[in-house]
DNA sequence: ATGAATAAATTTACAGCGTCAAGAATTATT
DNA sequence: AATAATTCTTGACGCTGTAAATTTATTCAT
């Protein structure tokens, strides 16, 4: 019956990217290669190719599920703010709560030589909404156009968020701001409050 | 005579590494292989490994003529400034422009799992040159330790102006802020004003 | 200057990669 | 049940990084 051909159609899949996502935060994306993902799932190396054109379309579907949960992560630190400013210093510290938390996913999603969102029109989406999110929150003005001034505040604070993330992530800032991952989110989060406190005017 | 053999020595290896810098330029780090390179270069495949141990042997060197281009960016924009925010603003106008110009190198010097420099010393000197510069000029200790709290507003505006890069280099603000290079640089400039205008208090 | 030691460069070889192509097995449709 | 479509496997190609062995070039001691 139908029932069962897609619910196993669907493990497949599921299982070719459970492998995907292990390998990534296990060796890093340099060891997520479509054979080992075959492998872990117990298939041909080929059969992978059967639910995704190539590898980058893996890669892209991670980084959509990458854009989703930063979203959450985000949506969830803002609901628990009161004022303005509140929801702009949790909004911030929940985007490198995400970066520090899930490194690679969070490479992928901010390098457009591993996946260009251009090609993948679904996790493009995904990123967008994020990005709208932060502008909305950050942003006096509603959606309006891009090229707006009201949109440089915007960057500039988002700059600073991703900036740190960044820094953080690919260990620019010694590890002075400590080693374990709540130490290194607390030191974040007083940079962050540094910043938005000036942004706050 | 020995003049006659270092210099041919030290022309292949400038060799390959001019081979490295055009295929990363080219096609970016993706394209630069070992054996790429050594046609590039007009020897075997192997004769690069009598001058880099490994292909990350070779990066970490183009990851350090970058930081040393990056310190004479800084470095040039800082002497035309006369007073501290000017340099502040030029020093991330600088960090900005290399970025934008050297976008391949740039990526490099920033991700860590393709240059690890813990193991290039060479390379982390270089780096490390950089980074003081930017603490000494964006600063008003001295040197102090890395954990003092006169590094917060050092962080911050850092982390403005790497994110700012980052973001832009990726194409993640969109097209909105121009297509050119110089378009970008100069919408670049606008937030960094902005931005550097909060910090001057 | 010539033979031995050293260094440099090439050739050969291997395992892993992404992915194309063809065939076998399974499932769906009529 | 027979046919059509889908899914999966096996095999192959050209690419990669790099280890090992071999050849060529250079240096040095005599």
């Known amino acids: ?8 159609r669907d493990d497949v899949r599921s299982s070719i990217l459970d492998a995907s996502v292990a390998l ?3 060796g890093g994306l340099g ?3 479509m054979r080992e993902v075959a492998r872990r799932a117990g298939v041909s190396h080929q059969a992978p ?3 995704f054109a190539d590898r980058e379309a893996i890669l892209a579907e991670l980084a959509g599920d990458g854009f989703d949960r930063l979203y959450d992560y985000m949506v969830s630190a ?6 303005k400013a509140g929801k702009n210093r949790a909004m911030g510290e929940a985007y490198i709560r995400f970066a520090l938390n899930n490194p690679e996913v969070f490479r992928l999603m901010f390098r457009c030589e591993m996946v260009d ?3 993948y029109p679904e996790a493009k989406v995904k990123a967008d909404k994020c990005f709208q999110l932060v502008a909305d929150v950050l942003g006096a003005a509603t959606t309006a156009d891009k090229t707006s001034a009201d949109l440089v505040p915007v960057i500039a604070a988002w700059s600073t968020a991703h900036g ?3 820094l953080m992530l690919e260990g620019k800032l010694g590890e002075a701001f400590g080693e374990t991952l709540d130490q290194r989110e607390e030191a ?3 940079i962050l409050a540094f910043s938005t406190q000036l942004f706050a005017k």
């Not at 019956?1 to 196993?8: C, G, L, N, Q, W």
């Open 24 to 26: 990534m935060n296990e």
């Open 78 to 83: 803002i609901g628990l703010a009161r004022d």
């Open 31 to 33: 060891s997520l290669s």
């Open 117 to 119: 969102l251009a090609n």
């Open 1 to 8: 019956m139908a029932v069962t051909k897609s619910i196993s």
């Open 164 to 166: 740190l993330a960044t």
């Open 49 to 51: 190719y059967h639910y």
């Open 188 to 190: 974040a989060k007083r």
